[in-house]
Each structure stands twice: as structure tokens, then as C-alpha cells.
């Protein structure tokens, strides 16, 4: 039973780092670089949830206004920054958005300041399946997740803008001959990668603390769960995300809480130098 308690919260944590790495492989399968900002838009999100949180009580709005912000401050991001340097290399959009990764990092710190701040949620009673522990709270950032997940699969794959932004990461130039306007569909990509983030940020500060350096703690485990489910394939970086944080949660007992987090070291290692590509994808782009 203890393992198979190890195995619930390993999906729980799994989901957080799920959709942390969606938001990676979206932008890299469009857009064509590695954004190293993500983290610390997850850290907005939790800000912006916290507040609302405090404000109203529900965890349900508190995973909206995660969405909103962080979705906002990844397109002001792209108009601002990344779409001047369109042209340029990957290394030079790399490091913007490592610069960008630590503006919004000085800038959470200085608005909330660095101290730990926690969500406030009510002690329930956990629900118990076969031994099997399982608190409310973790359902309802379950159902989050999911809801999130459900809608943007959702306009991946059943609306015009998912399949222009499918279109877009296959071939851009053949998708401009046919029509697709690529500005729309950037601005659909960081509404869409930030907004994701934003609500695994939610999740991250439910489940552990929000601060400035929250986020970027989280960057390692996302960029091993994009890289092992195939970067620019969404499925396959959900699916590695929630692999990745089993594997974390259950190594516990042998590793400890403080030498999991380099397990995603491990694994993204072992994956580059067996199956670059990844398992569930491959690199050209989402599918």
C-alpha cells in the first residue's frame, strides 16, 4: 500500500510537471526554440491563483486567473520580445527568454517579496480507496488539470486555429503558401502555452509553496518530460510528465526528497543518448 500511495501522488505531482512541459514542447514545436521563461511563468500563475484564492476561496477561480495571467504576460512577452527576434538563431531566443525567466523573477520578488507564502486551504478529511489516501484537494487540482488538458487537446485538434497551428509546425512556409497566417497562430501558441503553465503553477503552489524561485525549481523535470516524450508532440510530454513524477515519488524512499529532482537529470540524459528523438514523437514538430 505504502508504493501504491507513492504511485497517487507521483500522478499528482506528474501532472504538474505535464503541463509544464505541454507549454515547452508547444512553443519549441511552433516557434522553434526551447523557452526558458516557462518556469517562471508557472510562478506568476501561482501568484495570480494565490490572490484569487485569497480573495473568493475558490480553487476554481484561482485556476482561471492562473490561466489569464500567465496566458497575458506570455503574449506581451512574444509582441515584446520574442517576436522582434523571429529572425534570429535559437541561441539568441534562448537566451532571451532566459533574461525574460529572470525579469519576472526580480519582479515577483519585489512585488511579494521572497518569502514563502502557502495556500490556505481547510483540512478535509481524505477519502480512502483499499488503503489508499486520497485527499479532496488532490481530486479537485485533478480535475483542473484535466479540464485544462480536455480543452487544450481539445483546440489542438477540433478547431481551425489547432489545426493551423499543427499546420505552422509541420512546415511554415508551406502553411503561409496555403493560406495560414502565421501571426495568428503565434499569438494563439503563447495564449495558449502560457496558460497552461500558469495553471501548473496553480497546482505547484497548492501542492508545495509559492516564491519567486518556485518555478525555476520546476524547469529541469519539464524539460526531461519534453525531451522524453518527444519534443513538439503535447501527448507524449503529458504522458512523460506524469512517468517522470511517478518515478520521482516512488524513488523517495531510496533517494530522498532532496536527490529525486536529479533523477530528471538522469533520465533526460539516458534519453538523449538512446533515443534523441524521444519515445512518443518526433522532433519536426506537434502532431
Known amino acids: 500500500m505504502f508504493f501504491a500511495q507513492l504511485l497517487v501522488n507521483g500522478l499528482v505531482q506528474g501532472l504538474v510537471i505535464g503541463l509544464a512541459a505541454l507549454s515547452i514542447t508547444l512553443v519549441f514545436g511552433i516557434a522553434r526554440f526551447p523557452n526558458a521563461a516557462t518556469g517562471d511563468v508557472m510562478t506568476l500563475g501561482g501568484y495570480s491563483a494565490l490572490a484569487a484564492y485569497k480573495a473568493t476561496g475558490s480553487m476554481a477561480l484561482g485556476g482561471v486567473a492562473a490561466f489569464g495571467a500567465a496566458a497575458v504576460a506570455s503574449l506581451l512577452a512574444y509582441l515584446a520580445i520574442f517576436r522582434q527576434l523571429a ?92 493560406g495560414v497566417r502565421p501571426g495568428r497562430v503565434m499569438v494563439a501558441l503563447w495564449l495558449l502555452a502560457g496558460g497552461v503553465a500558469g495553471v501548473g503553477g496553480m497546482m505547484l503552489g497548492v501542492k508545495t509553496i509559492v516564491s519567486p524561485e518556485s518555478g525555476w525549481e520546476m524547469l529541469l523535470p519539464a524539460f526531461t518530460a519534453a525531451i522524453v516524450g518527444g519534443i513538439g508532440s503535447p501527448g507524449g510530454a503529458v504522458l512523460a510528465g506524469l512517468l517522470l513524477g511517478v518515478v520521482q515519488e516512488a524513488s523517495t524512499p531510496i533517494v530522498g526528497f532532496t536527490y529525486k529532482i536529479a533523477l530528471a537529470f538522469v533520465i533526460m540524459l539516458a534519453v538523449l543518448l538512446v533515443r534523441p528523438r524521444g519515445l512518443f514523437g518526433r522532433v519536426e514538430g506537434a502532431r
Open 87 to 178: 529572425d534570429r538563431s535559437v541561441v539568441a531566443l534562448l537566451v532571451a527568454s532566459i533574461g525574460l525567466a529572470f525579469l519576472i523573477r526580480a519582479g515577483l520578488g519585489v512585488a511579494f517579496g521572497h518569502g514563502q507564502q502557502v495556500f490556505m486551504a481547510p483540512l478535509s478529511r481524505p477519502y480512502v480507496w483499499g488503503g489508499v489516501r486520497v485527499t479532496p484537494l488532490d481530486l479537485q487540482l485533478a480535475v483542473v488539470a484535466a479540464i485544462a488538458l480536455g480543452a487544450v487537446f481539445g483546440l489542438l485538434y477540433f478547431t481551425s486555429i489547432g489545426r493551423q497551428m499543427r499546420a505552422v509546425a509541420d512546415n511554415r512556409d508551406l502553411a503561409r503558401i496555403s
